[in-house]
């Protein structure tokens, strides 16, 4: 119980930390002698991609830093520590994510509960070696465009500060889905509202 406790509150930190650590957020577009690498797309360069190519060079990247983020993973005494790119260094990714990185240490242990426990308890997810529930802040710019929408979607009647999305790893392997939850006021506990791969009902 010790362990989990320490990983969940380790994990709370990271998403504290999500907008102020990782690396550079310098756009390179995509390189015509390297068009097929990941790490030189820009959302501009995305914006200009056919339709149909969108979600795959999207993917391919969150591929990538999801990867990065779970092959960085260690064992401390304190428990289990990973480090990921900061959301906002993404593709196309939301100019109006809140930044949460104000939040205190109390409160984003409270949402890493919750969100854990969720994911434990109502989806039914089995914890996996070392890192239990692979979670992390949503870094998906299709699921972020919540904070651009005037609807919210199913955040409907909430501000942007008092939504929050995270990513957790399901039963497959490298296959991801989301969790939203949402507070009514930065004083007000979070609740998970909904868990699908889209904000929209």
């Excluded at 304190?78 to 196309?92: A, K, M, R």
């Excluded at 939504?163 to 507070?183: A, C, G, P």
Aim: proline share 4%; with cysteine.
């Amino acid at each position: 119980m010790k362990r989990r406790k320490s990983l969940m509150i380790i994990g709370a930190i990271l998403m504290s930390l999500t907008f102020s650590v990782g690396c550079s957020s310098r756009s390179t577009g995509i390189s015509s002698s390297r068009s097929n690498d990941v790490n030189n797309i820009d959302g501009d360069a995305i914006d200009r991609l056919p339709e149909e190519q969108k979600d795959t060079a999207i993917d391919k990247d969150l591929s990538r830093r999801r990867k990065a983020r779970k092959e960085s993973i260690q064992e401390t005494p304190e428990g289990t520590l990973s480090i990921g790119e900061p959301c906002i260094n993404v593709p196309g990714q939301s100019k109006n994510m809140p930044d949460f990185s104000n939040e205190s240490y109390e409160k984003m242990e409270e949402l890493s509960r919750i969100a854990n426990n969720y994911i434990e308890n109502e989806l039914k997810i089995p914890e996996k070696p070392v890192y239990i529930h692979n979670v992390s802040q949503c870094m998906d710019p299709r699921m972020n465009a919540i904070y651009d929408d005037e609807d919210k979607g199913v955040a409907s009647g909430y501000d942007n500060e008092n939504i929050y999305i995270e990513e957790y790893e399901t039963e497959k392997e490298d296959v991801y889905s989301y969790l939203i939850l949402v507070r009514e006021s930065k004083d007000s506990p979070w609740k998970v509202i909904h868990h699908e791969n889209s904000y929209k009902e």
